[in-house]
């Protein structure tokens, strides 16, 4: 089911029923078979690739995120008894993300599975995924460090399901309609899941959208752009990367709301964050459907 559907039919079903109890279950399942599709070999062998593409989409936005409070602070109030230093690092780590779940979905929809460049962004999407959450733990109160902890159980799914295909080559092939049901099924519960979530009504400031979104789209796609060009990838790959590594979706969606439960930002920041999060992930499709019916006709 397509990402756009998925989170209008969580929007409009929320006030009827909840998949909060299934969502975290299906988010695993559905990385865990993402992973089996990974060929950790290949992974190996472009590990200096995804580091450098992994510098690219997450210093830049993090050191641009880092400075915008400083640079803008009547956009970015602080909680009470919180330290403006506290927000700034927030808002580095909001921008550095590139959420993984909605990365595969939307890799999934374009037609790149199974190809080189899908396993890159998967990859740098991952280390961005995991540096974000790890500097999020410093930033929580010590009673939220656990909680935290946990949220990203489903990530370590996805490791597993790399070691099963690692092990065991010819899984693959014979869970097929498994696949096929993780991608039609069990991905479209996570994403109804996360539609549901995603409580708009708490506070809108429009400069601070505004300023978020383009400050977030802004650095990954340059920072991204910047090392596939040092990589020298070919104008096609330099320009589809930093596009797909781009999305926010389900990670910055669950950070934003658990540190809104902690405390630790303002109603209107999480809504800020959330726009951003959802706009930077339903942009994406569109812009290489573009561009590939672009290239298919010159």
């Given at each position: 089911m397509?990402l756009?559907?998925?989170i209008f039919i ?8 909840s998949l909060?109890p ?7 399942i ?9 060929n950790?070999?290949q992974?190996?062998?472009?590990s200096s ?13 993090f050191?641009?995120?880092?400075i915008?409070p400083y640079?803008?602070?009547h956009?970015?109030?602080?909680p009470?008894?919180?330290d403006?230093h506290a927000t700034?690092?927030?808002v ?10 909605v ?11 199974g ?7 998967i990859?740098?999407a991952v280390?961005?995924d995991i540096?974000a ?15 935290w902890?946990?949220t990203?159980w489903?990530?370590?799914m996805f ?9 065991w080559?010819a899984?693959?092939?014979r ?6 049901l993780n ?14 979530t995603l409580?708009l ?8 959208i ?5 400050a ?6 340059f920072g991204v752009?910047?090392a ?11 320009f589809?990367?930093?596009l797909?590594l781009n999305?926010r ?5 669950i950070?934003a709301?658990?540190a809104?439960?902690a405390?630790?930002?303002t109603?209107?920041l999480f809504?800020?964050l959330?726009v951003m999060a959802?706009?930077?992930?339903l942009i994406?499709k ?8 672009r290239?298919f006709?010159?």
């Open positions: 397509p756009l559907l998925c969580g929007g409009i079903s929320a006030p009827y029923f909060a299934v969502m975290s279950v299906a988010g695993g559905y990385l865990l078979f993402s992973g089996l599709e990974i950790l070999r992974i190996g062998k472009e690739v995804i580091g450098k593409l992994w510098i690219g989409g997450f210093v830049p936005p050191l641009v995120g880092l915008l640079i803008f602070p956009l970015f109030a602080s009470e008894g919180l403006h700034a690092f927030i580095g780590i909001a921008l550095s993300v590139s959420a993984v779940p990365v595969i979905k939307i890799i999934e929809e374009i037609g790149w599975r190809t080189l460049r899908a396993q890159r962004v990859f740098t280390l961005c540096a959450w790890l500097l999020f733990f410093f930033v929580l109160p010590p009673e939220g460090h656990t909680s902890l946990l990203h489903s990530l370590l490791f597993i399901g790399l070691a099963l295909t690692a092990a080559p899984l693959l092939g869970i097929s309609l498994f696949m096929k991608k039609w099924v069990i991905g479209s519960i996570f994403f109804i899941g996360i539609g549901q409580k009504d708490m506070g809108i400031n429009l400069a601070q505004a300023l978020i979104f383009v977030a789209t802004g650095s990954k796609l752009w910047t596939a060009k040092y990589l020298k990838f070919p104008r096609e790959e330099a589809a990367l930093p797909a999305a979706g389900a990670m910055e969606v950070m709301k658990f809104l439960n405390g630790v930002i109603s209107e809504v800020s959330v959802l706009g930077t992930s994406i569109p812009i290489l459907r573009w561009r590939q019916k290239n006709h010159t």
